[in-house]
């Protein structure tokens, strides 16, 4: 899903199948990015939204997400979406200026209304 304004992308969203197997297959991982001129505008949270609907739609029980320690901005927009942190992965992104972060695991169950 992109948000597309005259003619140029100012962010998107993304949801994706954990793996297509029997076990597995009622998760799925959503990922988001935007321009930083649209950051604080609530485009972000119109896309999360949109992806949240969709994955409800697709019949996903579970969306899961991994976000750098740091992100402290996007740790609140997804536990306002009801996200909630399950697990850490110690360094687990390396930064373009190479320190490392580590990701926190977050999941929001999809058939708990």
């Excluded at 297959?25 to 988001?32: C, K, Q, T, Y």
């Excluded at 927009?77 to 992104?93: A, C, D, S, W």
Aim: charged share 25%; aromatic share 8%.
């Amino acid at each position: 899903i992109s948000a597309v304004q005259d003619g140029r992308v100012l962010g998107n969203v993304g949801i994706y199948c954990v793996a297509d197997r029997a076990k597995t297959r009622h998760r799925a991982s959503v990922g988001i990015g935007l321009r930083r001129e649209v950051w604080g505008k609530g485009l972000a949270s119109l896309l999360m939204d949109e992806a949240i609907a969709a994955a409800k739609r697709m019949g996903f029980v579970q969306l899961e997400l991994d976000v750098c320690a740091e992100n402290e901005r996007a740790q609140a927009l997804y536990r306002k979406k009801g996200f909630v942190e399950f697990g850490r992965i110690p360094r687990g992104f390396r930064m373009s200026d190479g320190h490392w972060c580590d990701l926190i695991q977050m999941a929001l169950p999809l058939d708990a209304e």
